[in-house]
């Protein structure tokens, strides 16, 4: 029976809602089974757009007036217009002041990070940088990760993932790790083991973050169990690390590791632990060469196979497959599962087999009823992959008006970090050059840049220097700025995958988050579309007066159970 729910609890119930869309999925098989995986998803990535088959069913929407702050005014009547409900500076405001509760209602789980069998001195570590309790994502990947399982995890953006693997990788290798018991492999006191974990990354600024995160947690005195591998700096500075070092660890981006590993620079033979951060994106087509290498070279011993194939001799001495993302199309699924030893779907309180979850009967593992809608060719709505805090509007205007609709959503809102996304890397410097001349600061931010200009920016915006960070899709993965109040899109984005993860730089861990999306009126059906795939409420908005004027009702979603 058709049930309507506000959206905010769609959102809230989104992880029992089945996958929306899968993608199509028809490769012949290639040599072996690492180069079958990635030219199965490779394809299929490319081929998502809004233009892919929608899908009704167990989703479908309503117009019914939701019965909180926001009201529903028709925005061509003017006086209509003047009773709508102002979101103005003064409540924004208050809205930065109840940051802390704001946090403390994030995805925190109940248990500490001591129940889920750390050991004594990552705990300490923890608490010394002030993470005293883990995540429903940590809470549920921790102790499966420990137990060697092979694993995708999969929970919305700014849930805390980094540290949904980084916690095992730390808990059994380097010097925060579990007392090695007799016979453990990469036990032996005192003795370096060479790499034991790679980590990959889409891009150089994913890549560094990780890598300040797993330092964080290391402690100054052990940096040098981790080495950077991003592309974009020196590469013989890389390889001076590698052999003066010999860091445990290394984490980079697909090509300069591949380059490293097929230089004979890295070697990643004996490596326990292989994690493919932003999985989807890594397995895409762009990255299908270095991907190969590195899927047919990272932990793979010789005579692992001697011992049987699921034994748990050969699945300690083979390497432990990680791979996260916010996103996981049912390709990445069926990926993995053709590859994988037994990999477990891995998402907030939840673990299930990925060999049970099927196109027609998906990533959902819910109360509610199979997909009515078994086409194949869906992917996994990105319902589960929003943080429900999240805000979503969008403004129309004309093309030359954009950036002055900009400028005027960054007042309303009062916002102070804001990430405005474009699809085209040449109109970047235009619109900064524009916000400029209107006294915002302002910087352009993307893969042209090099290392030193990017890192810059970067530090700038996080530092509060720069206040609207114009860039493109290059941000839109990974990147963690915790302050981040406002993402705007000003160019649409290709398909609900890409908004939800340009969504997702803003209202990280629990936090409030805007998103707006400023388009033209011919534009305005894909904005229906996306409202639609994504499962969320996006109502048109003005900003007038320094205030944003809602002048759309919002949507509420009706769920078939
Ligand atoms: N248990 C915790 N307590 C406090 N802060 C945490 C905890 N876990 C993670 N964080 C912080 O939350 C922020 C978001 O974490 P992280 O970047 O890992 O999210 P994510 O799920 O990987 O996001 P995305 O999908 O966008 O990559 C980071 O700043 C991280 O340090």
Same mark, same amino acid.
Do not use: M
């Given at each position: 029976m058709?049930?309507?729910?506000?959206?905010?609890?769609?959102?809230?119930?989104? =992880?029992?809602?089945?996958? @929306?869309?899968? &993608?199509? /999925? +028809?490769? $012949?098989?290639?040599l072996n089974s690492s180069v079958r995986f990635l030219s199965q998803v490779a394809p299929d990535h490319?081929?998502?757009? *809004?233009? +892919?088959?929608?899908?009704?069913?167990? /989703? =479908?929407?309503?117009? @019914? /007036? @939701? +019965?909180?702050?926001? #009201?529903?005014?028709? +925005?061509?009547s003017e006086a209509s217009k003047k009773k709508a409900k102002a979101i103005g500076i003064n409540e924004v405001k208050a809205v930065g002041a109840k940051k802390t509760q704001q946090i403390e209602l994030g995805p925190f789980a109940a248990k500490s990070f001591s129940e889920l069998g750390l050991p004594p001195l990552l705990i300490e570590r923890l608490e010394n940088e002030g993470f005293t309790v883990p995540t429903e994502v940590q809470s549920a990947a921790i102790p499966t990760i420990l137990k060697h399982n092979d694993v995708v995890i999969q929970s919305y953006t700014g849930s805390g993932k980094t540290?949904?693997?980084?916690?095992?990788? *730390? !808990?059994?290798?380097?010097?925060?790790?579990?007392k090695p018991s007799e016979g453990d492999i990469g036990a032996e006191p005192g003795k370096k083991m060479g790499i034991e974990a790679v980590v990959v990354a889409p891009s150089r600024e994913l890549g560094m973050q990780i890598v300040r995160e797993f330092e964080k947690i290391l402690g100054p005195a052990n940096k040098k169990v981790v080495q950077q591998l991003v592309g974009g700096?020196?590469? !013989?500075?890389? %390889? =001076?690390?590698? #052999? #003066?070092? #010999?860091?445990?660890?290394?984490?980079?981006?697909?090509?300069?590791?591949? %380059? *490293? !590993?097929?230089?004979?620079k890295l070697q990643t033979h004996g490596c326990r632990f292989l994690v493919l951060d932003e999985v989807d994106e890594l397995l895409s087509f762009n990255f299908r060469e270095d991907m190969h290498r590195i899927l047919e070279h990272v932990g793979r011993k010789s005579g692992a196979a001697m011992h049987g194939p699921k034994s748990p001799i050969a699945r300690r001495a083979e390497r432990q497959m990680i791979m996260v993302s916010a996103t996981v199309p049912f390709s990445v699924v069926r990926a993995v599962r053709n590859w994988g030893c037994d990999p477990l779907l891995v998402q907030a309180k939840k673990v299930t087999p990925l060999e049970t979850i099927s196109p027609s009967q998906p990533v959902n593992l819910s109360r509610s009823a199979p997909s009515s809608n078994p086409n194949p060719n869906m992917v996994q709505g990105a319902i589960e992959s929003l943080p429900p805090?999240?805000?979503?509007?969008?403004?129309? $205007?004309? &093309?030359?008006?954009?950036?002055?609709? &900009?400028r005027r959503c960054v007042h309303a809102l009062d916002a102070k970090f804001v990430i405005a996304f474009m699809n085209h890397t040449k109109q970047l410097k235009d619109v900064v050059f524009k916000l400029e001349a209107r006294g915002m600061k302002a910087a352009e931010l993307h893969g042209d840049l090099g290392k030193l200009a990017r890192s810059t920016t970067l530090k700038k915006?996080?530092?509060?220097?720069?206040r609207v960070l114009v860039t493109n899709e290059l941000s839109a993965r990974g990147l963690d700025v915790a302050e981040c109040d406002l993402v705007v899109n000003l160019d649409l984005p290709t398909d609900s995958i890409h908004y939800a993860h340009r969504a997702g730089r803003t209202g990280r861990l629990g936090r409030n988050g805007t998103v707006v999306t400023i388009c033209e009126e011919p534009e305005v059906f894909v904005v229906k579309k996306l409202q639609k795939q994504l499962g969320i409420s996006v109502p048109s908005c003005e900003f007038t007066e320094g205030k944003l004027l809602v002048t759309e009702e919002e949507k509420l979603t009706t769920v078939r159970s």
């Open positions: 058709p049930a309507l729910i506000s959206t905010r609890l769609l959102l809230l119930v989104g =992880e029992s809602l089945p996958i @929306k869309r899968f &993608l199509p /999925t +028809s490769r $012949t098989a290639w490319a081929s998502l757009t *809004l233009s +892919s088959p929608g899908f009704k069913g167990e /989703t =479908e929407t309503s117009y @019914k /007036t @939701k +019965s909180n702050k926001l #009201k529903h005014w028709n +925005s061509s540290l949904a693997y980084l916690l095992p990788i *730390l !808990s059994d290798i380097g010097p925060l790790r579990n700096a020196n590469r !013989s500075r890389q %390889e =001076e690390a590698l #052999k #003066k070092n #010999k860091p445990a660890i290394v984490i980079g981006t697909p090509g300069r590791i591949a %380059e *490293l !590993s097929a230089a004979g805090a999240l805000k979503h509007y969008y403004c129309v $205007t004309k &093309l030359q008006h954009k950036v002055d609709t &900009l915006f996080k530092n509060g220097e720069v």
